[in-house]
Structures are given as C-alpha cells and as structure tokens.
C-alpha cells in the first residue's frame, strides 16, 4: 500500500511541469477565439466575461484532467453568436483558427527559448532540470492541444472549418455529430485512436520548433 501512494505521488510531481501549460493552453486558446470574435463584430465572449486570460472562466474539468493526463484536451467554449459577424462565412473561420493558432505561436516562442539557452546559455539549460521540463511542456501541451483541437469532431475547432468547406449534405451529418461530439471525443482519447493520429503530426511539430 505504502509503495501504491508512493508511485502516484511520483506520477503526481511528474504532471506538475505541466500544470501552467496546461493552463496557459487552455485560457490563450479562448482567449483568441473571443478577441478575434470582438475584432469581427461580436461582443458575446466580452459580455459574458469570457475575453480573459483567467483559467477558471474557461476551465472545464474533463477536458483539464485530459490535457494532463494525455496532453490534449478542451476548455469550455467561448460564446460566439455569428448573427454579429460582419462577414458571417469569413468570420467564422477566423474565430476557428485563432485558438490553434494562439496554441501555435505559444509552442514556436517557447521552442525559441529553449533553442536559445541551448545555444546560449547551456550551463544553465542542462543544469536546471525543473527549467527544462516547464519550458517543455509549454511547447509539447500547446502543440497538442493545437493539432488535437483541428480534429474535425464536433465541437473542436476542426469540425467549424468543415463546416467552411463542405457541402450542405455532409453538413447535415456534422450537425448530427455535434450532439454525440462529447462521448466521440472520451471514445477516441481513451482508445488511443486520437494519440494514433495526432503523434506523427506532434512529433514533425515538434522537431520543426525546438531541433
């Protein structure tokens, strides 16, 4: 029994690295769907107190317990009402893209630091393990929750700019997916079927950013 707590006190202290990722992932990515919203016309996201950087407006306990558990996960949606979209077709796929790509250029500018103390500075990059480990996680868990989020599975990201290519009748379908989006999700983290997919991806991501 001792040894039981002892194995999950170390799994514990090995997620902790992630946690301000985790977080950082989480409030940026909704942070950026609900500026760009505001910049296209909509003030839904500013009304409801949804344009902050505080995680606890955009934390949602399946989706965080995901992202550390697996690096990947969801946040609660920001509220968009496309009724106030000035280009109504146009702005939705903006809205749907700035969350990944917030996601994106957090992992480039944090893989940047670390290219930087590497070369820089590599006493202090090689030394300081707990340094190495945060700065890691920023880019692995924002690089994940980018790719995982342009999964065309409602309600992710990816299933918006779908709806920006496709034609009225596999539309029809998506819409009936976006009840069931949920339980697909749990199915495809918990299977593997979603790390399958998203691994190739991360790991040529992630080669690209850090070297």
Aim: glycine share 8%; net charge neutral; proline share 8%.
């Amino acid at each position: 029994m001792n040894q039981f707590f002892s194995d999950v006190g170390r799994e514990l202290l090995g997620l902790l690295p992630a946690v301000p990722a985790v977080l950082w992932a989480i409030s940026f990515h909704e942070f950026c769907h609900g500026y760009v919203a505001l910049k296209c016309g909509d003030r839904t996201a500013e009304l409801e107190g949804r344009l902050t950087l505080n995680p606890l407006a955009h934390f949602d306990p399946w989706g965080a317990l995901c992202m550390l558990l697996f690096h990947f996960g969801w946040a609660k949606p920001v509220p968009i009402d496309p009724r106030n979209f000035r280009n109504p077709r146009r702005d939705i796929l903006l809205v749907s893209v700035a969350g990944v790509a917030g996601n994106v250029l957090t992992a480039i500018v944090f893989g940047l630091v670390v290219r930087a103390l590497f070369h820089w500075m590599p006493e202090l990059f090689w030394t300081n393990y707990g340094l190495r480990r945060v700065l890691f996680a920023f880019v692995v868990v924002n690089l994940n929750f980018a790719v995982f989020n342009l999964l065309p599975v409602p309600p992710l990201d990816g299933s918006k700019l779908l709806y920006y290519f496709l034609p009225p009748r596999p539309i029809a379908v998506m819409e009936w997916l976006e009840r069931w989006g949920s339980l697909v999700l749990l199915v495809l983290i918990y299977s593997g079927a979603a790390g399958a997919v998203m691994s190739p991806v991360v790991r040529w991501a992630l080669e690209l950013i850090v070297g």
